[in-house]
Structures are given as structure tokens and as C-alpha cells.
């Protein structure tokens, strides 16, 4: 154990140094609301983790009638109140936090993915074939995402539950990531060195998903992670109106939609504020993060 | 390119034979991706189960195109000059955008039509 | 000029025959069942049979289009399914459609009378305390969804402090005739203050949550447009200049600042629907967009491709008019 800990230091000195020689990271770091943004980020994934791994999912959903109190007000036993169906919120809140991180981050890898294959076909055929594709994702961007995703949503069948919601989010956050990877690719394969690998014999695709991806790894993050709280939003809101989570699940959607409509008329307002809290700060921190890396990587956009 | 994107100097006639000769060979390629979803989706659906989805899928491009290239067309120069105005470039112009969904617009319009011919070759 | 507009509103058509088509084509690619829904999840099998054919839904999908694009051309939106049965889709738009416009317009001045000012402080204070308060202020505002930022507003000032109604438009104990379905219009027609005052109130908050959203918008757009305007060369000399052409300057720079931003609101409006689908939801008004999701869910297909239709025809209507006033503010661009 202890020469591997002498060597992962020396990695991780290599690693420090690596980001301090980077501009990006140097100037991301130094901004201020841009660490804030990491730290709740930070925070929300070790709840998640931590809900995870401490509460058994079933026990979360089950409706707890005759242990508990129901619509109890927050109190030293619960600390975010109970609900309507007795459970304790406290923990729902806090799985939800896995909820939303788990169906984000599917949602975020699959649409890169298409962006990705999308983008690159654009690029790679070109002409007719790119004004087709790019086009399209033209139109598909000029959409409110809600609206479009609430068109989509009805696509796919209601037994998917969450996995309808991205299902949905996925088409509607495509086009984004296609439009950074099809620039990317277009840059590369400019380059005259793909020109000589082709002459090596190394086949299409491959060659331009080893070549386009280390370009657009930036931009692509910045993308990722500004989508990353727009998808967690935009989750919530169709499992708000009812195109997602199912009744009793922890997600913070569902928590705002059964205590807005059973809760708050009737007073019992933690059943909606701290799902409502969660879910906002978590969004906060990856729009503050966002920006601060769309600044950092494009410096014009400040000044 | 054999579609809107033509330059308008060209003389009237030869502009509108370029349109209909590229809306043609469009209408083929969508009537052939009509005939062929349709005769796909057969060997797992009933005949109107799988004319119906074609026909719907099928829509769903007419539909997009059309409404596309309206919007295109109405929005254009907003569009263009905003660009010019803001010094970002999207690669968005209206030329590029009307040939774009010109193409699909006719793809729609062909395989909306073989979808329906297909139902009705069948007997549904 | 007059052959610009005729042209533009000539375009509605094929955009709201493109709507229409692809309304309809999702709808019956969507797996719901509108004859199950009707008939009811008990029915026998032959009932729903009976349902599904009396509503011409087992006629194969070609007949179905071409006899809705016939209806719908004569502007005959059929009859409701399942939200309210019966009903006409004319008539409950009739309804419902002034209450969502009352709304998405108040809501947009709020915006861009809060959004405006804020922005073009951000820019011209780049880099100071204002400008990063404003700045996390307009984040925040996009990070907040609707749907909490709402219930909280009806916590903290209807049930705490108590001094507004938490939910409707306008207090059941006032009954006002529906003249143009603006209910702050028509309480004004009759002359009834009270009731616009009971109108005005239940308004508030509702105006206010969709107000924040767009705001935060308006003002990121309008700090990033000014920013691109300060920095071009006239500017740099006018400032060199002094103090009195700096003022003259900045009218200008405003001006030129405001074009992209008066664009962008026009392409914008369409979150503002989709803002006033959530808002409605949480305030129980009855406008368009409660009408859409209850319509979604219950796979009542006259009624949402007839608000789909409706989302279409506004949304094309307003980027027209902001068109209008684009090429007015800019007289570079000859239409």
C-alpha cells in the first residue's frame, strides 16, 4: 500500500502540473463563481453517492402508514418533514439527488453520442448531405426545449417512466453537441495530416473519431455540462407534468408535483420547498460552471 | 446544385425546369424510402399497422420540411443580418437552409404518397 | 412595406399546413389509444372496436389526414374526447386562448422592463460587483424552475403573509361577462374596480415568476449585445472624445444594441409558452397550456392539434411583428 501511495503522488504532481501549464483550467480555477459552481456540483454528487449506498430504494418508495405521522412539519425526528403518504422527506430528497445525476448524465452521454455521429457524418460527407443534417439541427435548436421535449415525450411508451424523459431530452439536446463536433471535425480534417494517416490505411471513421474527439473535448465539456443542469431541469419539469417519474418516486420532479398539488394548499410546504431547494441549487452549480468554462475557453464572450 | 439555391440571374425558365427536375428526382427518392419502410415494417406488423407508421413517418418529413422552409424563407434575412450584426456565424444563410429542406419537403411528399398507394395495394 | 407583410403572412400557410402535418403524424406515431382512453380501461373489446370506428380512427392513416387537412382548412377543429367531451375544440380555445395571451404579455413586460435596464447596467459596469450581481442574479433565474420558484411565492405572500389568492384569476365572488376574455380588460369594461382589483392580485404572482425567467434572459442577451457595441471602433473614439459625445455615443450604441436583442425576444416568445404551460400548472389557470398537457395525456387528439395550430399561428404572428420593428430599427436591411 505505501509505495502505491509515494507513486500515485508523483502522478498526481505530474497531474498538477499538467493543469497549472493549462490556460483553461488556470483561468477556470481563478474564477471565483465558476469554483462556487464546483463545489455544489461537488456536494450533490456525494449526497447522491451517499443516498445511494445508505437508503434502500424500496423502503424510500413505500408509503409508510402507521409508523409514521403523515404531513408532519420538519422536526428533530424528520428533518425535512413527512408527506402524504407518512414518508419520512429527508431521505426521498436526498435519493432524489441520485435521480436526477443518474437520468442527467444518461441523458448528456447519449446526446453527445449522436451529436457526435451526426456531427461528424455532416463533416465528413459534406455538401448536400451536411446542409441536410445541419440544417435540421438548426430548426431543432430554434425550439424551446420544453415544448419540443413535451412533442417527443409522447413517442415513446409510458412504461419507460424516467427513461421516456430522456428518451425525449436526448433528441432535444442533439443538436448542440452536433453543431461543436461537425466544427471540430471540419478543422481536423483540413489538417493536412489526416491526409497522410489516410495514406497509412487507416479506414474513415475511425480515423476521424481519433482525431475529431481530442479537438472538441473542450467544447464539448462546456457543452456537457451546461446541458448537464438543463436536462436535470427539464426532467423534473415533464415529470412535473406528469410525462416521467411515476407517483412515489424519488424524484425531486415527482416531490414538487405531488406536494405542490396535495401539500401546499394545505400548509404542508416542506413536502415541495426541499425537493424544489435541491434541485435549484444543483442547477445553479452547473450553470455557474458552464458559464465560467464558456468564458475561460472563449475569452472574447467577457470582454 | 438542381434546387432553390440556384442564382436568380439565370434566366426565369431554365430556374423553374431546375426546380421541377430537382422536386422530381426528390419525389423518386421519397416514394422509393415510402415503398421500402412499409414493405420493412410488413414482415413485423399487419399491413395496416405498417403502412400506417410509414405513412406517419412519412408525414413527420413532409411536415418538418415544409415548415422549415417557410420559416426560412419568412425569417432569412432576420436571421442573416442578425448574424452579420452580432459577428457570429452559425453557417446558417437562407440559401443553404431552402435547399436543405427543399430536399426534405419533396423526400416527404413522395414517401407520404408511395405509404398511401403501398395501403391501398394491399387492400387495407 | 405592404408587399413584405402580404408576403409573410401569405408563408403562414404552408407553416401551419407543415404544424398541422407534423401534429398530426406524432400523434399517430405516439402509442397512446384514444379509443381505450374514451371507452374506458374496463370496456370490452367490441365497445372499444365500436369507439375506435365511430371516431373513424380504424380508417387507414392516408384517409385520416386528408379529412383533417379538409377540416382544419375549414378552420372545423372537431369536437374534444376526453378533456371536455363533446365540446367543441373552437369553443373551449375561445375559452382558453385570451387567458394564456393575457399572461405570455404581461409576463414579457415584465421581462423586458426588468431585463432591459439590467443588462445594459451589466455591460456598461463590466467586471464591477454590479455587473457579477446581476450577472449570478440572471443565472439564478434561469436555474430556478417555475415550479418552485411559484409554490414559493404562494408559501411566502399567500399563506404566510396572507395579503394574496393563491390560485385562479379572480375571486369567486365576482362574476364578470366575457367580453374579449382579458379578464383586466373586461373587469375595466364593466367599470367593476373592485373585481380588476381582485383581478390584478390573483395576476400578480404569476406575471411575477414568468417575469423573472424572462427577464434573466433578456438581460444576458442585452449585456452581451451591448458589450459587442461598446467595443466597435466608434465608440473607443467617442469615449477619447469626452464626457458630452460619450451620452450622444451611447444613444446611438443603445440602439444598435437593442436590434439583435428585439430579434432574438421574437424567437424567444416560444419559451414564454412553454414558461406559461408550467406556470399555469402551478396556479390552476385554465389557459392553453393547462388545455395541452391534460390534452397530451389523455390522447385527445382534436384538441392538441388544435392548440398545437394555435402555439404555431402566435408564434408566427409575433416574429412577424418583430420583424416589423427589426426593419424599421434597422434601415440597412431592405425588405
Known amino acids: ?228 443542469g438543463l436536462a436535470i431541469i427539464d426532467i423534473a419539469a415533464l415529470s412535473f407534468l406528469g410525462f416521467g417519474a411515476s407517483p412515489g418516486d424519488p424524484s425531486w420532479g415527482m416531490m414538487l408535483a405531488e406536494g405542490v398539488e396535495r401539500g401546499l394548499f394545505s400548509g404542508a410546504w416542506w413536502w415541495s420547498f426541499f425537493p424544489g431547494l435541491f434541485l435549484a441549487l444543483t442547477v445553479l452549480g452547473f450553470n455557474l460552471l458552464g458559464d465560467g468554462m464558456r468564458d475561460a475557453l472563449d475569452p472574447r464572450m467577457r470582454d | 446544385m438542381t434546387d432553390s439555391s440556384v442564382p436568380s440571374s439565370r ?24 415503398t421500402g419502410v412499409s414493405l420493412a415494417l410488413l414482415t413485423i406488423w399487419s399491413p395496416k399497422g405498417a403502412t400506417d407508421t410509414a405513412f406517419a413517418l412519412g408525414a413527420l418529413v413532409l411536415g418538418f420540411g415544409v415548415t422549415a422552409w417557410s420559416s426560412a424563407v419568412g425569417l432569412g434575412r432576420t436571421i442573416e443580418g442578425m448574424q452579420e450584426r452580432l459577428n457570429v456565424s452559425s453557417g446558417w444563410t437562407e440559401a443553404s437552409a431552402r435547399e436543405a429542406f427543399f430536399v426534405l419537403s419533396w423526400t416527404g411528399a413522395g414517401w407520404v404518397v408511395a405509404a398511401a398507394l403501398t395501403s391501398i395495394a394491399l387492400g387495407v | 412595406s405592404k408587399r413584405f407583410i402580404a408576403k409573410r403572412l401569405l408563408l403562414l400557410v404552408p407553416v401551419l399546413f407543415g404544424v398541422a402535418t407534423v401534429v398530426f403524424a406524432i400523434l399517430h406515431l405516439s402509442p397512446g389509444d384514444p379509443a381505450l382512453t374514451i371507452a374506458g380501461e374496463r370496456a370490452s373489446q367490441a365497445y372499444v372496436e365500436q369507439v375506435r370506428s365511430n371516431l373513424g380512427l380504424d ?145 400578480l404572482m404569476p406575471v411575477v415568476v414568468l417575469g423573472v425567467y424572462s427577464m434573466a434572459f433578456i438581460s444576458r442577451m442585452m449585456r452581451s449585445s451591448m458589450l459587442e457595441v461598446i467595443r466597435m471602433d466608434y465608440m473607443r473614439t467617442a469615449r477619447a472624445k469626452g464626457q458630452g459625445a460619450k451620452i450622444t455615443v ?47 395525456e389523455r390522447s385527445d387528439y382534436p384538441v392538441v392539434q388544435a392548440t398545437v395550430l394555435v402555439f404555431a399561428f402566435m408564434y408566427t404572428l409575433v416574429n412577424l411583428f418583430v420583424d416589423i420593428t427589426y426593419s424599421i430599427l434597422d434601415p440597412r436591411i431592405e425588405q
Not at chain 1, 12 to 21: M, N, Q, S, T
Not at chain 2, 15 to 33: H, N, P
Not at chain 3, 261 to 280: H, K
Open chain 1, 1 to 228: 500500500m505505501s509505495t502505491d501511495t509515494s507513486q500515485s503522488s508523483d502522478v498526481e504532481r505530474g497531474f498538477l502540473e499538467r493543469v497549472r501549464a493549462s490556460p483553461f483550467l488556470e483561468e477556470l480555477l481563478s474564477n471565483r463563481i465558476a469554483v462556487f459552481g464546483l463545489v455544489l456540483i461537488g456536494g450533490m454528487f456525494a449526497i447522491a453517492i451517499f443516498a445511494r449506498l445508505a437508503y434502500d430504494i424500496d423502503t424510500i418508495v413505500d408509503t409508510m402508514f402507521g409508523t409514521n405521522p403523515t404531513k408532519a412539519a420538519p422536526s428533530a425526528e424528520f428533518w425535512f418533514g413527512t408527506d402524504g403518504q407518512a414518508r419520512d422527506v429527508f431521505p426521498r430528497v436526498l435519493y432524489g439527488a441520485w435521480y436526477a445525476l443518474k437520468f442527467g448524465t444518461a441523458t448528456v452521454l447519449a446526446s453527445t453520442v449522436l451529436g457526435i455521429a451526426a456531427g461528424i457524418l455532416a463533416a465528413y460527407y459534406g455538401d448536400l448531405t451536411d446542409n441536410v443534417i445541419m440544417r435540421t439541427m438548426d430548426v431543432l435548436l430554434s425550439f424551446p426545449s420544453l415544448l419540443l421535449a413535451l412533442a417527443l415525450v409522447t413517442i415513446f411508451p409510458e412504461e419507460l417512466g424516467l427513461w421516456r424523459a430522456v428518451a425525449a431530452l436526448t433528441l432535444v439536446y442533439t443538436p448542440r453537441f452536433a453543431r461543436v463536433v461537425r466544427g471540430a471535425a471540419l478543422k481536423v480534417l483540413e489538417d493536412e495530416y489526416i491526409d497522410a494517416t489516410r495514406a497509412l490505411g487507416a479506414t474513415d471513421p475511425r480515423l476521424l473519431i481519433r482525431h475529431v474527439l481530442p479537438n472538441c473535448l473542450a467544447p464539448i465539456t462546456v457543452q456537457s455540462t451546461l446541458n448537464y
Open chain 3, 250 to 296: 451611447m444613444k446611438h450604441g443603445l440602439r444598435n444594441a437593442f436590434i439583435p436583442v428585439i430579434t432574438i425576444i421574437g424567437i424567444q416568445f416560444g419559451s414564454l409558452l412553454g414558461g406559461s404551460v408550467l406556470t399555469e400548472t402551478v396556479f390552476e389557470i385554465n389557459g392553453i397550456g393547462t388545455l395541452l398537457v391534460s390534452a397530451i
Open chain 2, 11 to 34: 434566366p426565369r425558365a431554365e430556374r423553374y425546369r431546375a426546380l421541377v427536375v430537382g422536386a422530381l428526382r426528390w419525389v423518386a427518392v421519397g416514394a422509393v424510402l415510402g
Open chain 3, 59 to 203: 380508417d387507414p392513416l392516408w384517409e385520416q389526414y386528408v379529412r383533417f387537412l379538409r377540416d382544419t382548412a375549414a378552420l372545423d377543429f372537431g369536437q374534444s374526447y376526453q378533456v371536455q367531451r363533446g365540446t367543441a375544440v373552437s369553443s373551449i380555445l375561445v375559452d382558453r386562448l385570451p387567458i394564456t395571451i393575457e399572461l405570455a404579455i404581461l409576463g414579457q413586460i415584465a421581462g423586458l422592463l426588468f431585463g432591459l435596464p439590467l443588462g445594459i447596467l451589466s455591460a456598461v459596469k463590466k467586471d464591477t460587483f454590479t455587473d457579477h450581481f446581476t450577472r449570478i442574479g440572471a443565472l439564478a433565474g434561469i436555474s430556478v424552475p417555475i415550479y418552485w420558484s411559484g409554490p414559493l411565492l404562494i408559501l411566502l405572500f399567500a399563506q404566510i403573509f396572507g395579503i394574496l389568492p393563491t390560485s385562479g384569476r379572480i375571486s369567486s365572488s365576482y362574476f364578470v361577462d366575457s367580453t374579449t376574455g382579458l379578464i383586466l380588460v373586461d373587469t375595466l369594461l364593466e367599470g367593476n374596480l373592485a373585481a380588476f382589483e381582485s383581478a390584478a392580485r390573483h395576476l
